[in-house]
């Protein structure tokens, strides 16, 4: 029985010994490649420094594995791809099954996928010719591209100098368009901005003169202008010969802008305009600058200090002038009325004088005058011995004013006179101011005198200066005129009349 147990140890000891002969350790490893800014970290593996591993295990063992974890070293960037990895448990992790013997190699790429941060910093709304915008970017790497949107479209591509954007917008129509800036990174992840509506202008603002002269004879000439728009800065103005170019300097609307014209010839008043976003407008208005009289003669009529017999007198007159001439006639100083080359009077008894003034478009003057005396008509060989001497009647006198304004004033006012038998006479307007028309008339008959009476230059002026100020005031001023008139038939009564009546602005 002893024998018996001796040998069953030595057989155990035996099978022992040969069993531990027989389990061998073996080895197995990591090598851990990665790319980009980014570490992986797992058993004995701390890569950026540390990036291979060798592991050992008893070959009756299974083969162990190795969980890394792969994670980002700077701000936005993490692991996106790996390659090699026995499995991918969860985001950032990275499972290797090691084999004996064998090194297994792991990759990982790091990349940035933090977008760029980008807005619109400032910008000029409305637009013209181009729209500029102030732009701020950043990024955790760096922005390598901005590019700028209109409509949803690229106009505008940059690759440096972000900080501001500047495109054309010529072809660009008129209206309300949307801008928006976007950012790319080098990985090309990008930013957009906020979006902002920016119209875009194209229409210079409206500018016009304010009954500009077509010809002076002064030293000085002068104009204003005037504008519809409200958005009109830097007002230019300048008074140039024709043909050539003056630098043009700062003036103000409604306001009379004024210079020197030292030469006769054709000159031009010029306005320039400019809107908030470049738009420009230029206006110009030709103008005559003559000192020269008109040439006038009388061609028909007595000549100066001849006696004539009573009745009609008569004279014709020629008049040249290079521009549009006015002629107005007066007979023994009485007020003048306007004529067209002839004039003819029935004169009583006695010394009477004519003149007739011949005025240029430019003011310039040139009159021409006559004397004439009437010489007493023969006794009559078989007179009335119970002459008529009853007619004490004054004539009917009316007037009516027709719908006139400031404008059509300016160049004559018009009247209708009405007298109920032969009459002649004055009619004189007056207003506030020193504002003033007079003309004398005629009826050889019943009838209505239609009359125009033309302001001086002077008054011109006046009614110019209140229609600029009406265009600044919301409920513009009518002027108040009252016209009279005082007209005499051949007995010498004279008849009365006046009207009060307004001009429209």
Aim: net charge negative.
């Amino acid at each position: 029985m002893k024998k018996i147990l001796i040998i069953a140890l030595a057989l155990t000891g035996f099978l022992l010994a040969t069993s531990s002969a027989q389990a061998l350790v073996v080895d197995g490893g990591i090598k851990v490649t990665t790319y980009g800014m980014g570490k992986v970290t797992g058993d004995g593996i701390d890569c950026g420094s540390d990036c291979v591993e060798t592991y050992s295990w008893n070959d009756e063992q299974s083969a162990p594995s190795v969980l890394l974890s792969a994670a980002g070293t700077a701000e936005g960037w993490v692991a996106t791809s790996y390659s090699g990895c026995s499995s991918l448990p969860q985001n950032g992790k990275c499972l290797m099954n090691l084999e004996a013997g064998k090194v297994k190699n792991v990759t990982i790429y790091f990349f940035d996928v933090q977008p760029p941060t980008v807005r619109i910093s400032g910008y000029g709304n409305p637009a013209g010719e181009s729209i500029h915008l102030d732009i701020e970017s950043s990024d955790n790497v760096a922005v390598k591209k901005i590019e700028v949107l209109l409509d949803g479209e690229v106009v505008l591509t940059k690759t440096s100098d972000f900080s501001h954007a500047e495109f054309d917008t010529t072809q660009v129509p008129e209206g309300d368009h949307v801008v928006q800036v976007r950012a790319t990174d080098g990985n090309r992840n990008t930013g957009e901005s906020l979006s902002y509506t920016i119209t875009v202008d194209h229409t210079a603002p409206d500018v016009h003169f304010v009954d500009p002269v077509d010809a002076t004879n002064g030293e000085t000439a002068s104009f204003a202008f005037a504008s519809t728009e409200p958005d009109y800065i830097s007002p230019r103005c300048g008074i140039q010969m024709q043909g050539q170019e003056e630098e043009l300097t700062s003036c103000e609307i409604d306001e009379i802008y004024e210079e020197e014209v030292p030469t006769e010839g054709t000159w031009e008043f010029v306005v320039e305009v400019e809107d908030l976003v470049g738009n420009i407008r230029r206006i110009s208005h030709p103008f005559v600058v003559d000192r020269t009289a008109p040439e006038a003669e009388f061609t028909s009529g007595p000549e100066d200090g001849a006696e004539v017999a009573p009745g009609e007198v008569g004279y014709a007159w020629s008049a040249a002038d290079d521009l549009p001439v006015t002629q107005l006639c007066s007979w023994d100083e009485e007020d003048a009325v306007s004529c067209d080359g002839s004039d003819a009077f029935v004169l009583s008894p006695g010394s009477h004088s004519f003149k007739v003034v011949i005025t240029d478009a430019a003011g310039n003057e040139t009159t021409l005058t006559r004397s004439v005396t009437v010489s007493q008509p023969a006794p009559d060989p078989d007179p009335d011995p119970d002459p008529d001497s009853s007619d004490r009647t004054a004539p009917v006198v009316k007037m009516v004013a027709p719908k006139q304004t400031l404008r059509s004033a300016r160049k004559a006012l018009r009247l209708r006179v009405r007298c109920n038998e032969a009459c002649s006479g004055k009619v004189v307007v007056k207003g506030a101011g020193g504002i003033r028309f007079s003309g004398r008339m005629v009826l050889t008959g019943a009838g209505v005198a239609k009359l125009k009476l033309k302001p001086t230059a002077k008054v011109r002026r006046k009614l110019n200066l209140i229609s600029i100020r009406n265009r600044s005031h919301v409920v513009p001023r009518r002027v108040k005129l009252i016209a009279t008139a005082s007209l005499s038939d051949a007995a010498g009564n004279t008849g009365r009349a006046s009207l009060r009546f307004r001009l429209g602005a």
